[in-house]
């Protein structure tokens, strides 16, 4: 094609993009000089014979090859007909001819053709949801034969095709009256450099994927003003390293998704603060390794990132504790995914882990992908409270309101200790003496255990290490209480819960799990 230059090609299952086009002497005829997505493919880096042609960013990711080798694609309708099973020469191909056979006798009908394309029509018009991923889509086609075909398009799926161009994408959008969703992932493309006119091909669009496109966030903004109901954005593998500002642009952001970008640093996330509507920020392996917010001091709300509920952080460099105490800082914030941090690997027991995290975020609903319930959230916050009770004490910490003064660093490293005493008084001195550390694994606990619908049986004490998970425990009271094998229901009653009772509901938890504490009384029922 006349327009070669830039295009992008698919030689058998391998992909390029076109560099050159023209003569290469000594030889005759016409060359397509392409650069590989796979770099192991090429030969050189576009010089021959001490000529440069064009150039690589990889010193062997260039080939040339004859045009004939070369696949352009085909326009955005073709494919839908062919994924469909809706193309007319297929059709005759498969040798449906018009006619039919009854008995010995061949009838032929006249005017099956035309009864057949208006078949086509309709079931091209019922059409809303379309994936034409990996058919080799490369251009629009006619201008308007997308519109007359498929009226009622709403989501389309243009993954991994040979788009070279936003001017293509938007070539098809525009023949689309009602897109909501449109994903052009794994797609190289060529973004506009400086600001376009806004036009209105986008105004219903609510879900954008440019995955792996080579998009910068610079590029982003300057398309963004074409974006003015889009929820959700999906930008991941792109190596967006820095990010600005978004002007007037994005309001109506609910997602964002930058995952599998090396991002220069956590302050990066500065400059999209103040996406009034973004809920749900995505940052896997993103490479930071601190989170702050510095216009807020210790116990007070940021005024950045409003409305954000999710944040996902998982597979980065996060070591310190000080970037949790700081998450605690987001007003909205319900659910946090942060596993394969540096910092995970602090403490040995995963558990521990776990309450340390609720007890720094108050708020805290979901904490990687597992609900936090009430009982749990009590637990994990008196034993904070606890384990941290003699640092309190030591960097000045007092019973006394008049006289508790405690230091900068111990309200920089706990937050929110003070809120806890608050809640729930201060520690007490018997509480804290000889208070064995909490991953201390077989720390025993005397527990008493009744069996409140079987007045005959009598209460017994036994001392279980708190490691012992609700399934052991089980197990011993089948043999302790010679039941028959019936399912048995546990639950916890401590003179702390003035005459609550806690389930003890999920086999695979240790006691400790239930902040189960010494003189407690276990409930048995079957």
């Given at each position: 094609?006349?327009?070669?230059?830039?295009?992008?090609?698919?030689?058998?299952?391998?992909?390029a993009t076109v560099r050159y086009v023209g003569s290469v002497p000594p030889t005759a005829g016409i060359w397509l000089g392409v650069?590989?997505?796979?770099?192991?493919?090429?030969?050189?880096?576009?010089?021959?014979?001490?000529?440069?042609?064009?150039?690589?960013?990889?010193?062997?990711?260039?080939?040339?090859?004859?045009?004939?080798?070369?696949?352009?694609?085909?326009?955005?309708?073709?494919?839908?007909?062919?994924?469909?099973?809706?193309?007319?020469?297929?059709?005759?191909?498969?040798?449906?001819?018009?006619?039919?056979?009854?008995?010995?006798?061949?009838?032929?009908?006249?005017?099956?053709?035309?009864?057949?394309?208006?078949?086509?029509?309709?079931?091209?018009?019922?059409?809303?949801?379309?994936?034409?991923?990996?058919?080799?889509?490369?251009?629009?086609?006619?201008?308007?034969?997308?519109?007359?075909?498929?009226?009622?398009?709403?989501?389309?799926?243009?993954?991994?095709?040979?788009?070279?161009?936003?001017?293509?994408?938007?070539?098809?959008?525009?023949?689309?009256?009602?897109?909501?969703?449109?994903?052009?992932?794994?797609?190289?493309?060529?973004?506009?450099?400086?600001?376009?006119?806004?036009?209105?091909?986008?105004?219903?669009?609510?879900?954008?994927?440019?995955?792996?496109?080579?998009?910068?966030?610079?590029?982003?903004?300057?398309?963004?003003?074409?974006?003015?109901?889009?929820?959700?954005?999906?930008?991941?593998?792109?190596?967006?390293?820095?990010?600005?500002?978004?002007?007037?642009?994005?309001?109506?952001?609910?997602?964002?998704?930058?995952?599998?970008?090396?991002?220069?640093?956590?302050?990066?996330?500065?400059?999209?603060?103040?996406?009034?509507?973004?809920?749900?920020?995505?940052?896997?392996?993103?490479?930071?390794?601190?989170?702050?917010?510095?216009?807020?001091?210790?116990?007070?709300?940021?005024?950045?990132?409003?409305?954000?509920?999710?944040?996902?952080?998982?597979?980065?460099?996060?070591?310190?504790?000080?970037?949790?105490?700081?998450?605690?800082?987001?007003?909205?914030?319900?659910?946090?995914?942060?596993?394969?941090?540096?910092?995970?690997?602090?403490?040995?027991?995963?558990?521990?882990?776990?309450?340390?995290?609720?007890?720094?975020?108050?708020q805290l609903e979901i904490l990687n992908k597992s609900e936090i319930l009430p009982a749990e959230r009590k637990g994990a916050e008196?034993?904070?409270?606890?384990?941290?009770?003699?640092?309190?004490?030591?960097?000045?910490?007092?019973?006394?309101?008049?006289?508790?003064?405690?230091?900068?660093?111990?309200?920089?490293?706990?937050?929110?200790?003070?809120?806890?005493?608050?809640?729930?008084?201060?520690?007490?001195?018997?509480?804290?003496?000889?208070?064995?550390?909490?991953?201390?694994?077989?720390?025993?606990?005397?527990?008493?255990?009744?069996?409140?619908?079987?007045?005959?049986?009598?209460?017994?004490?036994?001392?279980?290490?708190e490691s012992m998970t609700i399934q052991r425990v089980k197990g011993l009271l089948y043999r302790l209480l010679k039941i028959p094998?019936?399912?048995?229901?546990?639950?916890?009653?401590?003179?702390?819960?003035?005459?609550?009772?806690?389930?003890?509901?999920?086999?695979?938890?240790?006691?400790?799990?239930?902040?189960?504490?010494?003189?407690?009384?276990?409930?048995?029922?079957?």
């Amino acid at each position: 094609p006349s327009d070669a230059l830039g295009r992008r090609v698919l030689c058998g299952t391998e992909r390029a993009t076109v560099r050159y086009v023209g003569s290469v002497p000594p030889t005759a005829g016409i060359w397509l000089g392409v650069e590989w997505d796979d770099p192991q493919r090429g030969k050189h880096d576009g010089t021959y014979e001490g000529t440069q042609y064009f150039k690589c960013r990889h010193p062997r990711g260039g080939s040339f090859i004859r045009p004939n080798k070369a696949n352009f694609g085909v326009d955005f309708l073709t494919a839908i007909k062919d994924r469909y099973g809706l193309n007319v020469e297929q059709d005759v191909q498969h040798g449906t001819e018009d006619t039919l056979v009854f008995g010995k006798k061949t009838v032929e009908f006249v005017g099956m053709d035309s009864i057949a394309e208006q078949q086509r029509q309709v079931q091209l018009n019922q059409l809303v949801d379309i994936s034409v991923r990996e058919c080799a889509v490369s251009h629009a086609g006619q201008k308007e034969e997308i519109s007359r075909t498929c009226a009622n398009i709403r989501h389309i799926n243009l993954s991994k095709n040979l788009i070279s161009s936003w001017e293509t994408v938007t070539a098809i959008a525009s023949q689309v009256q009602n897109l909501e969703t449109l994903n052009i992932s794994e797609n190289k493309m060529k973004f506009p450099s400086t600001s376009t006119s806004v036009s209105s091909v986008f105004s219903k669009l609510r879900i954008l994927a440019l995955n792996q496109t080579e998009i910068t966030w610079t590029e982003v903004l300057l398309c963004a003003p074409g974006w003015p109901a889009l929820e959700e954005l999906y930008l991941t593998s792109n190596n967006i390293t820095v990010l600005e500002r978004p002007d007037n642009v994005l309001q109506t952001l609910k997602l964002l998704d930058l995952s599998d970008n090396q991002l220069l640093d956590g302050n990066q996330l500065h400059l999209i603060a103040h996406l009034p509507r973004l809920e749900q920020l995505i940052l896997r392996n993103t490479g930071i390794s601190s989170i702050r917010f510095p216009d807020a001091g210790f116990g007070c709300k940021t005024k950045m990132f409003p409305s954000l509920k999710g944040l996902a952080i998982n597979d980065n460099k996060i070591s310190q504790w000080s970037s949790i105490n700081e998450l605690d800082k987001l007003p909205s914030l319900r659910s946090l995914q942060c596993h394969n941090n540096p910092l995970m690997d602090t403490e040995k027991n995963p558990e521990t882990l776990r309450q340390l995290i609720i007890a720094k975020i108050s708020q805290l609903e979901i904490l990687n992908k597992s609900e936090i319930l009430p009982a749990e959230r009590k637990g994990a916050e008196l034993d904070y409270r606890k384990i941290f009770g003699n640092d309190w004490l030591a960097a000045g910490g007092n019973w006394n309101p008049e006289k508790n003064k405690p230091s900068e660093e111990f309200l920089a490293a706990h937050p929110r200790y003070p809120s806890l005493c608050l809640k729930y008084g201060a520690p007490e001195e018997g509480e804290l003496k000889g208070r064995q550390p909490l991953t201390l694994k077989n720390q025993l606990l005397t527990l008493t255990i009744k069996c409140p619908e079987k007045p005959e049986q009598k209460p017994v004490e036994r001392k279980l290490p708190e490691s012992m998970t609700i399934q052991r425990v089980k197990g011993l009271l089948y043999r302790l209480l010679k039941i028959p094998g019936s399912e048995l229901k546990l639950s916890y009653e401590s003179a702390k819960l003035e005459g609550k009772e806690v389930e003890l509901d999920n086999d695979l938890k240790p006691l400790q799990f239930y902040s189960i504490e010494n003189g407690d009384c276990v409930l048995v029922r079957w």
